[in-house]
């Protein structure tokens, strides 16, 4: 289960191109035993992801969850001790209902200070170090290096080229679990 905002929504293109969609489809190619669910929401921060958890977890009962939140609290200048409260809460009911977990990193424009971009970064980091039996990918591209020509214009959500590039950066991982279970 993908359970993320806007970057796992498709957010701006036509959701068969999105990365989870092309996540799905190989999926259905190369592993028929698992199926893919989004339940990502556009716009959704950790504390509606914290909200909605639970229930998430109770329908679609996943082996493994891709958490991919937090970047539209860094947006709103959200407190990044909430922020990463909110994650461990999260990581901590996937666990409990029996999934493994993917902690996918975010990060945020370089418009809202050093220091805040900083700290939200590396609330990532802390939560992957604290949190046992999870994995930690910090960046769903190249984090700062990202090309521009792979954002949308908006700069935050990468366009329907970068959707590949997306995938081919989780797959190797995502192969590594799903061969393990």
């Keep these: 289960m993908v359970f993320g905002d806007s970057i796992s929504a498709s957010y ?19 592993f028929t035993q698992f199926k893919v669910v989004n339940a990502s ?11 909605r958890i ?37 990581i901590d009911k996937c666990q ?20 805040y971009t900083q700290a939200f970064q590396n609330l990532y980091t802390q939560v992957a170090k604290e949190k046992q039996h999870i994995t930690f990918i910090p960046f769903l591209l190249q984090g700062p290096t990202t090309p521009r020509a792979l954002l949308q214009g908006d700069g935050i959500h990468p366009t329907a080229a970068a959707q590949p590039l997306i995938l081919d950066n ?3 991982l995502l192969k590594t ?3 393990s279970h």
Excluded: C, H
């Design 12 to 30: 701006g293109m036509n959701p068969q191109v999105g990365w989870v969609q092309l996540f799905s489809d190989r999926m259905e190619q190369e």
């Design 41 to 51: 929401i556009s716009g959704e921060t950790t504390d509606g992801g914290l909200i």
């Design 54 to 90: 639970n229930q998430s977890l109770n329908t679609y009962q996943p082996e493994l969850v891709i958490l991919e939140l937090g970047g539209n609290d860094g947006l709103r200048g959200y407190p990044t001790s909430r922020i990463k409260d909110n994650l461990a809460q999260i």
């Design 96 to 115: 409990q209902a029996g999934a493994d977990v993917i902690l996918i990193g975010m990060i945020l424009p370089a418009n809202y200070g050093y220091r």
């Design 170 to 172: 989780l797959w190797p």
């Design 177 to 179: 679990w799903i061969n």
